[in-house]
């Protein structure tokens, strides 16, 4: 018996077709990035909370430590008031110390133009001397330092004003002991190149006592003062420099190393062997000859003491002088006298007029120097007396 039907018609199947799939989802946030991400920000929260719990002061607000926050700020406050009034301290020693640096420049001020003014005098009395060298800067209105009254005290501008100030000064007693270094400097030199030509001639003048600066005292160690040496001690260096080159140059005056007239145009005889003008055969000559015309004026030659006036063998009408140095000069052929003996007769001093008495052939001066009483080259004195003339101005 065939059953009823139900009135659905039953799904027929095509052999072959595949399944059908469900529907994608094609928009929207997946379910997995939502939860990720809610969970990292839950987890951010949470550790700022930590970290918020976990501040110094924050974590000791939330202990009940609050009065223990409170004294450390306020003890950081009176850190801040003690290093204010520390400021406010410093700058008042600073205005302090500016006020006294003031006082100090001033009387170094006063102390330096008194230098100054010794310098000035020092370096006049080398050119009276005779010792040129660097001349010691003018100070005049414009380049003199500015006087520290002008200055007020605590100005805003106090410490550029101290800073020219002593920045000028500085430039004068450098440029002072400049001075003073090359006036010791050329005065040593010049004492030394007068002593040391004289001394090969053996004239050794006496250098006059009392030229240095007698000091004593009980010894201490050094202490660091952070000063150099003084210019009182420069300029005791130069007055004991200058003194000593017035010495020397007082010996150049003193010895016969001067021209014994005074011109001397020409040389007819040298000192040492020559022709005999008599006898013509090998002879001595024991001094220098100088031409001239009868009645020319003799000169001394240096510094002494007339101890003879007379005639002698070959020489004619003789002249001679004791100088301090053991030294005689003898002036020959002689035409008339000019002193006596005993007078005392200074550096180009008359003595005579030339001639032609004795062994001579025409007027000429015979100049002669001894020693010991032994004839020596007059030419090397003359020679010398020539190179020093420039320490006498000549």
Known sequence: MRGKSSGVRPVSKVFGAPPKKAPRHTGGIRPWMFYLSFTVLFAS???????????????????GQNEVVVAAYEDRIAQLRVEVDRLHSRQFAQTGDIN????EVTQQQEVLL???????????????????????????????????????PVASAAGGDLAEVTASMTRMMDDSRLALAALSETATESTDTILGELSGLGIRPTMPDGLENPVGGPYLPAIDTG?????????????????????????????????????????????????DPFTGGRAF???????????????????????????????????EIT??????????????????EGQV????TPIAKVGSTGRSTGPHLHFEVRRK??????????????????FLGA
């Open 114 to 152: 008194e230098q100054h003014q010794l310098v000035k005098q020092l370096a006049e009395k080398a050119a009276e001397l005779g010792i040129e060298t660097a001349a010691l800067p003018a100070l005049d209105d414009e380049e003199a330092p500015v006087p520290i009254v002008r200055i007020a």
């Open 285 to 319: 000559h024991a001094g220098i000859d100088f031409p001239a015309p009868k009645g020319t004026t003799v000169l001394s030659a240096g510094y002494g003491k007339v101890t003879f006036v007379g005639d002698k063998a070959g020489y004619g009408n003789v002249v």
């Open 227 to 275: 000063e150099s040496s003084g210019i009182v001690d420069d300029a005791n260096d130069v007055y004991l420099a200058l003194a000593r080159f017035k010495a020397a140059r007082s010996a150049i005056d003193l010895a016969p190393i001067h021209k014994p007239m005074g011109t001397l145009t020409r040389i007819s005889s040298t000192f040492g062997n020559r022709k």
């Open 45 to 63: 929260n949470v550790l700022t909370l930590v970290a918020f719990l976990m501040a110094p002061d924050i974590s000791a607000l939330l202990s």
């Open 345 to 348: 007769v200074n550096t180009g």
């Open 373 to 390: 009483d032994v004839a020596v080259d007059p030419g090397k004195y003359l020679a010398v007396g020539k190179r020093l003339s420039r």
């Open 323 to 340: 100088h301090g140095t053991g030294l005689v000069t003898r002036y020959g052929h002689l035409s008339a006298f000019l002193v006596t």
């Open 100 to 103: 006294l640096q003031l006082q």
